[in-house]
């Protein structure tokens, strides 16, 4: 365990659901521009890859087999629970069938999430000055979806790998704030 001084430096993230199911509009205006930005810094992009495996092989047809996971309802998702589930995903796909495979992560997030950080604990009330200027500090990205929206999708040469695909589909759910459906089809 980290010294306390430590612990206190380190940035901690809000629950998710203090952005998930909100209706929201999308705070994204950055204009190359600095007086023209509405938002005048831009975090980092967690999302390090947006398509794994042999994507050349998926163009070439090879791939029969497509899972797609989409939401059931509309949702904010936010950059670090799209990669967490990229890395997971993609680590028991290259485990199983190096290379034999595509992987895509659909949503790109471009939504800029703000904070109003807010004092908690004892005597905190006094110390803080409420609502006042609470428009709060770009704190991260999420991707706004609506009802419908793919997030992933996999592309797989039989139906061996089909079932394992579904079976990594079925374990990333707890990762994603979301109700979610995977469609399954076949080309021909």
Known sequence: MLPFKQRKRMASLRKATAYS????????RVS??????????VPQQKIV????????LHDKEKFKHEL?????????????ALEACRQYI?????KELAGQYVFKVIPFPHHIQRENKMLTGAGADRMQTGM??????????????KKGSKIFFVGVPNSRAVVFARKIFKQIKSKLPCKTQILYEERK
């Open 132 to 145: 006042q200027l609470a428009f709060g500090k770009p704190g991260g990205k999420s991707a706004i979806l």
């Open 90 to 94: 993609n680590k028991k796909l290259d």
């Open 49 to 56: 890859k947006f398509v794994m495996g042999k994507p050349s």
């Open 32 to 41: 190359k521009k600095k007086s023209r930005s509405f938002v005048k810094t």
């Open 68 to 80: 797609t996971v989409i939401s059931s309802e509309k949702v904010q998702i936010r950059h670090n």
């Open 21 to 28: 199911k909100k209706k929201v509009t999308p705070y994204t």
